[in-house]
């Protein structure tokens, strides 16, 4: 098990161009959530997904963001027309229901600089 | 809504200094609690965690105590060390759908 691997680890990319994001949960881990860390400030819960079901998604998901986990394995996060506010580090954390205190393991984030 | 505040940092200490990072929050129900460390150049790692009242998590010589009559979870370790320089965030457990809560972190820089 080598945890949760997220891919790019990093992405610049111009305003207006649209970039997607790959997370890998650890295995058996049925729960897999999104986050987003700006400079100086802790993680902000975006969206997450029980197997492939998305049962939540945060206000600060604009409908420029869509995520899927097709299948209930990996997970995708797109923006589409990227702006600079976007900039920030995305982390993709995952979970297992059977833990019962729903401790999350994080992979290591995808920093996206949008010029 | 469910929040969580941190004291602010940094916080600037001599190697085997005592150390405490104040955590609170408040939250609808009774959420588990969680310290999350973060290195230069690395992913968040869970530090150490409770789920009730009244219950201690331990860790790498750090403690803290989930504290429902205060709302509190504040970090502490006897004597730090440079290696313990790091940002630490407090976070709680939406209970149902387990989403994390973080505060907005403190930065800890131990000097020799």
């Known amino acids: 098990d080598t945890g949760v691997s997220q891919d790019p680890r990093h992405k610049i990319t111009k305003r207006g161009q649209n970039v997607t994001f790959r997370c890998d949960p650890i295995s058996e881990h049925n729960r897999l959530y999104w986050y987003r860390q700006t400079l100086g400030q802790g993680p902000e819960f975006l969206t997450y997904f029980q197997n492939e079901a998305q049962l939540e998604k945060s206000r600060l998901l604009s409908d420029r963001f869509s995520a899927e986990r097709p299948k209930g394995s990996f997970s995708t996060l797109e923006i589409q027309r990227t702006e600079q506010g976007d900039s920030a580090m995305y982390l993709c954390?995952?979970?297992?229901?059977?833990?019962?205190?729903?401790?999350?393991?994080f992979g290591p984030g995808t920093r996206l600089t949008v010029l | 809504g469910d929040s969580v505040t941190q004291m602010e940092g940094p916080v600037t200490l001599s190697e085997e200094a005592f150390l405490t990072i104040n955590c609170t929050y408040t939250?609808?129900?009774?959420?588990?609690l969680f310290w999350y460390v973060q290195y230069p150049g690395e992913g968040l790692q869970l530090l150490l965690k409770a789920t009730k009242a009244d219950d201690k998590g331990s860790n790498k010589g750090f403690e803290a105590t989930y504290r429902k009559e205060t709302t509190s979870f504040h970090l502490e370790k006897g004597s730090v060390q440079v290696s313990d320089s790091a940002v630490y965030f407090c976070?709680?457990?939406?209970?149902?759908?387990?989403?994390?809560?973080f505060g907005t972190g403190t930065r800890l820089k131990v000097l020799a």
């Open positions: 976070a709680l457990s939406v209970r149902g759908t387990y989403k994390y809560i």
């Open positions: 954390a995952s979970s297992s229901l059977a833990g019962g205190l729903g401790e999350q393991f």
């Open positions: 939250a609808t129900g009774y959420p588990s």
